[in-house]
C-alpha cells in the first residue's frame, strides 16, 4: 500500500528546555549552506576555522581540539575511555543523571570505579573524594560542571586540588555549561572537557566538542592496552583533525558548518558577556518564579547552573498537562523531571540563544495562566513584574560599573 508522506513543516517552538535549545537564523543558514566533501580542501580550511573557534570557547592551546561526531554522551564515552584501562582506579562525583552516566560508562572501561554522590540539588563535596581516593592510585576523577538533571553548578577548583594530590587526571562534562558560565581550561588545568553542540553553543545536536590537554595525551601514548573503541579512539580520530588530514570516518560536514556559525555568534558576542547574559535572565526567572510562590529545588544560589533552573511542580499541579498546555498554547517546551525527581521538578532552560529577555518574560506569563487554570493561586503579573524590576536593577548596576 503507497502511504502519502508530506513535505517536512515542524513547527515553530520557544525551546526552554535543558536542550537543545533554540537555533539562531544565522545557524540554520549554515547549515543549509552546499555540501562539500570531507576531503575537499576548501573542507579542511573550514575544519581549521572550526578548531580555532573551539579553542577559544575551551580558553585552551590544547593540539587534542575538536567536535566529535556524536552528541554530548559520546564526549563521556570519549573522554572515559581513552583515560582509563582495565584495572585503573577512577573516581566520579555523581549528583545527578548525567554525572551517573559518567560512572556508569566508567566502570564499563574499569571495574575500579568509586562513586561518591551528594543529594540531588547540591555538588558533591571536593573533599569527600579526597577521603575516597585516599592512599588509592587514582587515575581520573571526573564530574559535571553543570548537572543538567538538577540545575546544579559545580565549581572545578576543589576538584582540580584533589586531582593534584591524587596525581589523576581531571575530566570535566561542560555539555550544559560551556559557553554560558565560566570555564578556562587552560588555567583551571581541566584534562579532558567536552561539551554538547545543542545546549549554550546553540547549534543543532550530534556534535560533542572535545580537548585534551599534553598531560592527558601523555597518558594516553603510555597506555599498554588498545582503547576499547574505534571510532572514539581520540588519538586516531585526530588524524584527520590534525595536520595530516587523515580520513577516520565521514563527520556530519552540515553540522559542522552549523557549529561553525554558531561558535563565530558565541565569539562576537564575547565569553564573558555571554555569561553575564546567562546569569542576568536566570536571576530574572527566578525573581519571577519565586513571586509566582514556586520553590526552587537548588537552594544555595551559587549552586544554581545559570543554564537550566530545576522549579519545585506545586502540589496539586499536574505536571504534564501544565507542559502540554505550555505548548499547545505558546509553543513553548520545557523538560520534567528524571529518576527520582522525575514529577516533582520542571526544568527550565535559558541556554544560548533562547537565554533572552523577552523569552523570559514571556514563559513567566504563560506559566502563570498555566498555573492559574489548574487553580494553583498567583497574584496576577506578580511574575513579570518581579522579572521586570530584576532587569531593572541588573541594567542600572551595568550602567554604573
Ligand atoms: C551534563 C550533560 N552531560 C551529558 C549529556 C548527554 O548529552 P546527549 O543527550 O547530547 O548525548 C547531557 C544531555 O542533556 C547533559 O546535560
Not at 14 to 39: E, F, N, W
Not at 187 to 199: A, H, L, T, W, Y
Not at 289 to 307: F, H, I, N, Y
Request: glycine share 8%.
Amino acid at each position: 500500500m503507497t502511504q502519502h508522506i508530506g513535505e517536512l513543516n515542524p513547527p515553530v517552538r520557544l525551546m526552554l528546555t535543558p536542550g537543545p535549545s533554540s537555533v539562531d537564523p544565522r545557524v540554520y543558514r549554515a547549515l543549509a549552506a552546499p555540501l562539500v566533501g570531507h576531503m575537499d580542501p576548501w573542507f579542511k580550511g573550514c575544519m581549521d576555522e572550526t578548531q580555532i573557534l573551539l579553542r577559544q570557547i575551551f580558553q585552551t592551546e590544547n593540539r587534542i581540539t575538536m567536535p566529535l561526531s556524536a552528541s554530548g554522551s559520546g564526549g563521556i564515552e570519549a573522554s572515559v575511555v581513552n583515560v582509563l584501562e582495565e584495572g585503573d582506579e577512577a573516581i566520579v562525583a555523581v549528583n545527578g543523571v548525567f554525572s551517573e552516566r559518567m560512572y556508569e560508562i566508567a566502570t564499563r572501561a574499569s571495574s575500579k570505579v568509586t562513586k561518591v554522590e551528594a543529594p540531588y540539588g547540591q555538588p558533591v563535596d571536593p573533599d569527600d573524594i579526597r577521603r575516597a581516593g585516599k592512599g588509592k592510585k587514582i587515575k581520573m576523577i571526573g564530574l559535571a560542571q553543570g548537572e543538567t538533571s538538577t540545575g546544579v553548578l559545580t565549581k572545578i577548583d576543589g576538584f582540580r586540588n584533589v586531582a593534584d594530590e591524587c596525581g589523576a587526571l581531571l575530566v570535566v562534562d561542560a555539555v550544559a555549561s560551556l559557553a554560558a558560565v565560566p570555564i578556562h581550561v587552560d588555567r583551571e588545568r581541566v584534562d579532558v572537557c567536552f561539551s554538547g553542540s545543542q545546549k549554550a553553543i546553540s547549534a543543532p545536536p550530534g556534535m560533542s566538542p572535545i580537548t585534551v590537554s599534553s598531560a592527558a595525551e601523555e597518558v594516553f601514548r603510555k597506555r599498554k592496552t588498545r582503547v576499547q573503541s574505534w571510532y572514539f579512539d581520540l588519538t586516531t580520530a585526530m588524524n584527520y583533525w590534525g595536520k595530516d588530514r587523515l580520513y577516520h570516518h565521514t563527520p556530519p560536514i552540515s553540522l559542522i558548518f552549523a557549529l561553525r556559525e554558531a561558535m563565530r555568534l558565541v565569539v562576537e558576542e564575547g565569553l564573558e558577556t555571554r555569561w553575564d547574559r546567562h546569569r542576568v535572565n536566570q536571576l530574572a526567572l527566578i525573581a519571577g518564579l519565586q513571586a509566582m510562590g514556586l520553590k526552587l529545588l537548588v537552594e544555595k544560589p551559587s549552586d544554581r547552573l545559570p543554564t537550566v533552573t530545576a522549579v519545585m511542580i506545586p502540589s496539586g499541579v499536574d505536571d504534564v498537562k501544565l507542559r502540554n498546555q505550555l505548548l499547545d498554547e505558546f509553543n513553548i517546551e520545557i523538560a520534567g523531571g528524571f529518576g527520582p525527581i522525575k514529577g516533582k521538578i520542571w526544568r527550565v532552560g535559558l541556554m544560548g540563544y533562547s537565554s533572552q529577555k523577552p523569552n523570559v518574560l514571556l514563559f513567566l506569563a504563560a506559566l502563570e495562566k498555566c498555573l492559574i487554570d489548574q487553580g494553583f493561586r498567583v497574584s496576577s503579573g506578580a511574575g513579570v513584574g518581579a522579572a521586570v524590576e530584576n532587569y531593572a536593577h541588573a541594567e542600572t548596576a551595568a550602567v554604573s560599573r
